[in-house]
């Protein structure tokens, strides 16, 4: 079992922190800043073991360093990114697993925001910490994939089961669901989506995580294989890719 504890920084990003509740063992999942970890873990009474980074952006790694010296934690990350995470001392590739304690994740490879990109995929509690790949009614922008390579992370992630839970790690759903609402002004679940979403906002709540089964209905990324979906937003009926690349320029431009 796991305890997960949500730390908001920034102006939109979210820093987990995961405990394995059995053995005590706890991990930081992309810290941008160490203060509001340091915080939390004096809070909370816990020691930090390990950092779990999805990719190397500064925003999810800049703590790395600070908070490997105070707690001599070890950091996990893709293999193929060493020389962009700092203080990697655990290097993991596609398919492997991770044991915090007793609970234990997969590592998907999920490049197209970055490469090298990853996710922690823990089954038996069915969430996963997806960084910036997936988010609520969205995803992340292209910096270093092409289109192709961002349409086979989602497809990787689509895959899971629809009770899976999405720790994405920023706050961009109303602004996601707004264009979504754009596409589909006449969808009735995205209205109600928004509102739901406008009334946690309002009281400084997360809208984050979302589930899986959702996001596979509602998430215009996730659906660009979907021919009623396709057809009812205007466009033409051709590949995943070339689909998906246009509702990316649509959203890049809204």
Same mark, same amino acid.
């Not at 089964?213 to 021919?227: M, Q």
């Given at each position: 079992m796991l305890e997960i504890f949500q730390i908001p920084v920034l102006n939109d990003n979210y820093i987990y922190l995961i405990t394995d509740a059995k053995s005590g063992k706890t991990a930081c999942v992309d810290p941008a800043l160490h203060d509001p970890?340091?915080?939390?873990?004096?809070?909370?009474?816990?020691?930090?073991?390990?950092?779990?980074?999805?990719?190397?952006?500064?925003?999810?790694?800049?703590?790395?360093?600070?908070?490997?010296?105070?707690?001599?934690?070890?950091?996990?990350?893709?293999? *193929?990114?060493?020389?962009? &995470? @700092?203080?990697i001392s655990i290097f993991v590739n596609e398919g492997d697993t991770f044991k915090l304690g007793d609970s234990e994740c997969r590592v998907i490879e999920v490049s197209g925001h970055t490469l090298g990109h990853i996710c922690y995929y823990f089954s038996k509690e069915s969430l996963i910490f997806c960084g910036d790949t997936l988010f609520s009614l969205g995803c992340g922008r292209l910096f270093e994939g092409t289109p192709d390579v961002m349409v086979e992370s989602l497809l990787k992630i689509r895959s899971l089961p629809n009770n899976t839970k999405v720790y994405c790690a920023h706050e961009y759903t109303l602004n996601n669901a707004n264009f979504a609402l754009s596409l589909e002004p006449k969808n009735n679940k995205l209205k109600k989506k928004?509102?739901?979403?406008?009334?946690?906002?309002? *009281?400084?709540?997360?809208? &984050? @995580?979302?589930?899986?089964?959702?996001?596979?209905?509602?998430?215009?990324?996730?659906?660009?294989?979907?021919?009623?979906?396709?057809?009812?937003?205007?466009?033409?009926?051709?590949?995943?890719?070339?689909?998906?690349?246009?509702?990316?320029?649509?959203?890049?431009?809204?």
């Open positions: 970890v340091i915080e939390k873990l004096e809070e909370l009474d816990k020691k930090l073991d390990f950092i779990l980074n999805t990719h190397h952006h500064n925003d999810h790694v800049g703590a790395n360093l600070q908070l490997q010296k105070r707690y001599k934690c070890e950091i996990v990350g893709n293999e *193929k990114d060493k020389a962009r &995470i @700092p203080g928004i509102e739901q979403i406008k009334t946690r906002r309002s *009281k400084g709540l997360s809208t &984050i @995580p979302s589930t899986l089964g959702e996001e596979k209905i509602l998430n215009p990324f996730l659906r660009f294989d979907n021919d009623a979906f396709i057809k009812s937003v205007g466009l033409k009926k051709k590949s995943n890719v070339e689909n998906f690349k246009v509702i990316r320029e649509m959203k890049d431009n809204f």
